[in-house]
């Protein structure tokens, strides 16, 4: 019910655009997560977004990465500018309503010269 695109190969200080569309039951007046995990390690969170709009950033990505929602597209999308290597990692969406947690299948994001 989770479904990431807009991954891909980028040379660092690039930018990709992730989006994640969702079913509007569960998107709907509802909190959306970014999350990203690299080889060897834990899944960690990127950003946050209320069903208000506010937003929440990880201190490794803030000032580069934005996290934006479009409630009539039931999508969330991640803004990643001025890409360093240590961004590459595949991300997930997440959502988590009436006690059941919901992942995407994740998109690869890599940053290479």
């Known amino acids: 019910q989770l479904v990431e695109s807009g991954g891909g190969l980028v040379q660092p200080g690039g930018s990709l655009r992730l989006s994640c569309a969702a079913s509007?039951?569960?998107?709907?007046?509802?909190?959306m997560n970014w999350f990203r995990q690299a080889p060897g390690k834990a899944r960690e969170l990127v950003a946050r977004i209320t069903s208000s709009g506010s937003t929440t950033h990880a201190d490794s990505v803030k000032g580069r990465f934005a996290i934006s929602r479009d409630n009539a597209k039931n999508t969330v999308y991640l803004q990643m500018n001025n890409l360093k290597p240590e961004d590459t990692a595949v991300y997930y969406c997440?959502?988590?309503?009436?006690?059941?947690?919901?992942w995407g299948q994740g998109t690869q994001v890599a940053v290479s010269s």
């Open positions: 997440h959502t988590y309503k009436n006690g059941i947690t919901y």
């Open positions: 509007g039951s569960i998107f709907s007046d509802n909190t």
